[in-house]
């Protein structure tokens, strides 16, 4: 949320030659009746109905899902979400296509939240049980496996100068390459 996920795999999948750009909060809003977002502080409450979503979201694009068929289809499938914590480790192990790369963009806590504060959207709910910045930045940090490639992503733009944009991610074209681990 905020960190610049969307617009990276954008800008990434755009570059190559054949590739979709899966959408891992397309899946949260494709449930339009019933929907439970996950939010920790009210999960009790919820009866688990917000974590279940959160982990079907999380099967579909994996786990043979949408990016896999993408990538039998011949296509190079750029799946972005947020998947922290243990979730991060197992979402790698429901993807079946290889070779597989992840990149996890970590920027700073006070990036995130002056990013969330330009955005109209919001990304860590509205209710009692809402995410807070720096509870998200505390999971990442201090829970998610240290797997693959990860990027302060606190100052950087697509165009691989630094400084800010709307999104917090930057839209010019070039300096993005990610390489094999």
Do not use: C, N
């Not at 905020?2 to 949260?28: C, I, M, N, Y």
């Not at 691989?160 to 839209?171: F, K, N, P, V, Y």
Request: no cysteine.
């Amino acid at each position: 949320m905020a960190a610049g996920k969307s617009t990276v795999a954008q800008a990434l999948a755009e570059r190559l030659p054949r590739a979709a750009h899966v959408r891992g909060d397309l899946f949260r809003r494709m449930i339009v009746s019933g929907r439970v977002d996950y939010e920790p502080a009210a999960e009790e409450a919820q009866g688990g109905e917000g974590e279940a979503q959160l982990r079907l979201r999380y099967r579909l694009p994996a786990g043979g899902g949408d990016g896999d068929a993408y990538a039998q289809a011949g296509f190079t499938a750029v799946v972005e979400d947020v998947v922290l914590g243990a979730d991060l480790a197992a979402y790698v192990r429901l993807v079946r296509t290889r070779p597989l790369y992840v990149v996890v963009l970590a920027p700073s806590a006070a990036a995130v939240a002056t990013r969330e504060a330009g955005r109209a959207k919001t990304g860590y709910g509205t209710g009692q049980g809402a995410w807070r910045v720096e509870e998200l930045d505390g999971v990442l940090r201090a829970e998610t496996p240290r797997i693959r490639l990860w990027v302060d992503s606190s100052e950087l733009t697509v165009g691989g100068d630094r400084g800010g944009d709307s999104d917090g991610a930057g839209t010019r074209e070039g300096g993005l390459s990610v390489l094999p681990m």
